[in-house]
Every structure is written in C-alpha cells, then in structure tokens.
C-alpha cells in the first residue's frame, strides 16, 4: 500500500462524496467556463489539501457538511491562487500539463481564478460559513504579502534565514494550516484545539516548502522542475542561504554574481548548485526540515489514538519523503 492510499484509508468515502460536490459546485451558465473548469477537474492533482481538512475534522469529530464546505473553500481558493500564479510567472505548464494561461490566454485565466474565489465566497455566505471565510481570507492575505515579500527581496537578494522562514511560512505553510485548522472548526473543536491544528498545519507546511526548495537542486530532476529554476528566478532558498552565510568573501560574490546574472547561463548555475551541494546546504536544509517535522508530529502525538492521527503521521512523513 503506498503512503498516499495509507493517507486516504479513513476517509476514502468522504473523498468519493467530495468529487461530485465540488464539481457541482464549478458548474455556471457559461459554456467557456464549464470547459475549463472541467479541464481543471480532469487535471486535479492528489488533493492533499482536502484530506488534510477531512482527516483534521475526523481527527477530533465526525465529519459534516461544514467539513465538505471547509474542503471545497480550500480547494477553490488553491486552484484560483495557482491559475493566478501562473500568469504572474507566465508559466506554460503545471505538474507537466498545459496551465491555463497557456491554452485560453491571460485575460480568460484571470477571469476564471477570480470566478473559482467568488464561488468560494458565496458557498461561505450562502452556508453562514462566516469562520471558515475569516480563516480563507486571513490566508489570501497573508500567501499575498508572502509573494510580495520574496518579489521584494529578490531584487534586494538582502535575505536572511529569518526573512526566509517568514516568506514561507506566509506563501506556503498558511494554506496548510488553514487546511488543519477549518478542518478542526468544522467539527466544532473548541478555540485551543483550533489553534494547536493551525500550529501543526503551519509546521507541516514549512517542512513541506523547505522539501520543495531542495528539490531545486536535484541533479537529477526526479520532479519534472528544472534544476537551478529557483536561482534563475533569483529567489534565495534556505540551502543558498545557508551557503552563502558561511562562505568567503570571493566565493559569496562570484555566487551572488550568478543569481544576478540577467543573462541565464547554465553553466554558471550548475556551478552554482554544485557549490550549494558540496558546502552542505542540503544537509543543513534536511537538519531544518525534519526539525519542523518533529515539532508537527509532537502536536499529533498530543490527541488520543485513531485512525485519522495515524493517517496524518503518514501525511507529516510524506510531506518529507515524497519524490516530487
């Protein structure tokens, strides 16, 4: 049994449920829309955030409807972040397949990304979800500033490990620990409890990104991103970081040199990665990744045993095995 069926095992009949429910939901008027939106749907990745939010809620309480609408906010507000990201990044292709942008164009993925947020909206005001809609909101907000915050400082390229974890924790790991959290809200968990599952969230979130930025410097592109994309995009990751706090002084400028470059040499970024490789920038990221792992599994260990803990221990070390 792989680890995302062992996930999935106490809430594979609520997962069934959820597929026809939200793609009820994408449903409109607009033949182009139901096109797309079925595009979307055909495309959907593993849901890893909607089982976070059935296995939060069963964790603590009995699944209901509240849980499926906290699951479908979730799932509505990631697709929109991610059709919007791409035109940002004017970005051809997710998880190997045409985005959006790529096949309708700018201006229609736009529409859409706004179309998926508003229906999360109305699903929120129409089901009095008034909660779960101030947590989703908090969390536009923050995954926002958390883009800005890293746009900011690649032009500045002046970050520090704590600035680091501070863009992460707002672009990544709030979307995690909102998944965690609503699920706990949804079954009427009271406010300590909540607050525990937006901790364990955020902690499973930060292992989760520092996991993805390693894989950046993967030689051997077990994920399908290219090698050295994030230097190429200037954006400083905790294994260059690392490095570069503990360089000298020539080594630091001819590295800074390289992530400066306007001109995208592969050359001088495969040195680059060899450089952040050989000077223990994974190992030190690892070291910071299973800290962030241990600290999620140690909030877990606090709640009585069943099936649900047990799928989320699974959750928290597929966050750091998985291979893409």
Known sequence: MSSIDI???????????????????LKSKTPLLNII???????????????????????????????????????????ATLIHDDVVDDSQLRRGIFSINALWKNKIAVL???????????LAVENKEYDLLQTLSYTVKE???????????????????????DIIRKKTAVLIAAC??????????????VKKMWEFGELVGMAFQIKDDIFDFDKNNKTGKPSGNDIKEKKMTLPLIYVLNNASPSDKRKIIRTVKSKNINNEKINEAIS??????????????????????????????????????????????????
């Open 7 to 25: 996930i999935k095992a106490p809430i594979s009949e609520e997962l069934k449920t959820f597929e026809p429910f939200f793609r009820k939901l």
């Open 37 to 79: 939106t079925n595009y979307i749907i055909k495309r959907k990745g593993k849901q890893m955030r909607p089982m976070l939010v059935f296995l939060s809620a069963k964790l603590i309480g009995d699944v209901n409807p509240s849980t499926f609408n906290a699951a479908a906010l979730i799932e509505l507000m990631h697709t």
């Open 112 to 122: 859409v990304g706004d179309y998926l947020l508003s229906r999360g909206l109305l």
């Open 143 to 165: 995954m926002s500033e958390g883009e800005l915050l890293q746009i900011e400082k690649a032009r500045k390229l002046d970050i520090t490990e704590e600035v680091y974890y």
């Open 180 to 193: 965690s959290s609503i699920g706990a809200k949804s079954v009427n968990a009271d406010e300590e409890t």
């Open 275 to 324: 450089f952040v490789i050989k000077n223990g920038g994974i190992e030190y990221s690892q070291q910071k990744m299973h800290e962030f792992k241990t600290k999620a599994l140690n909030i877990l260990h606090e709640f009585p045993e069943n099936e649900a803990k047990k799928s989320l221990i699974e959750y928290v070390n597929y966050t750091i095995t998985r291979k893409k």
